[in-house]
Nanobody, 123 residues
Framework: QVQLVESGGGLVQAGGSLRLSCAASGRTFSSYTMGWFRQAPGKEREFVALVTWNGGSINYADSVKGRFTISRDNAKNTVFLQMNSLEPEDTAVYYC????????????????WGQGTQVTVSS
C-alpha cells in the first residue's frame, strides 16, 4: 500500500507561483511513476505532468509546458510541482498519483491517489 498526501495549495494572484508537494509512504516510492492531475468544477480530471521512477522521462500537458516543473526526491519520498506564471485557468484541485506504468497519462493508470489540494488563481 502507498499513501500520498498533497500540500502547498492556496490562493495566488495571476502571474504568481506555488510549489506543491506530495509526500509518499513506504520504501517502494522509487518504483513508481509519479504524476500530477487536476480537476476543475464541471470538468474531467486532466493530466498535468509526470516523472518516471529514475527521473529519466518527464511529460507535461501542453497547457502547462514552460510554466510548471515536476521533480522528485526519492530519498525523501516526495514529488514536487513548481508552478510559475499561474493563470486563472489553472484553478483546480490538484491530485498526486502513483503508477506502475512507465508513462501514465491516464488517471485510471494510477493505483494510488492523494486527497488533493486546492489551487485558486485570481485575476
Amino acid at each position: 500500500q502507498v499513501q500520498l498526501v498533497e500540500s502547498g495549495g492556496g490562493l495566488v494572484q495571476a502571474g504568481g507561483s506555488l510549489r506543491l508537494s506530495c509526500a509518499a509512504s513506504g520504501r517502494t516510492f522509487s518504483s513508481y511513476t509519479m504524476g500530477w492531475f487536476r480537476q476543475a468544477p464541471g470538468k474531467e480530471r486532466e493530466f498535468v505532468a509526470l516523472v518516471t521512477w529514475n527521473g529519466g522521462s518527464i511529460n507535461y500537458a501542453d497547457s502547462v509546458k514552460g510554466r510548471f516543473t515536476i521533480s522528485r526526491d526519492n530519498a525523501k519520498n516526495t514529488v514536487f510541482l513548481q508552478m510559475n506564471s499561474l493563470e486563472p485557468e489553472d484553478t483546480a484541485v490538484y491530485y498526486c498519483g502513483a503508477s506502475l506504468f512507465y508513462t501514465a497519462r491516464r488517471w485510471n493508470e494510477y493505483s494510488y491517489w492523494g486527497q488533493g489540494t486546492q489551487v485558486t488563481v485570481s485575476s
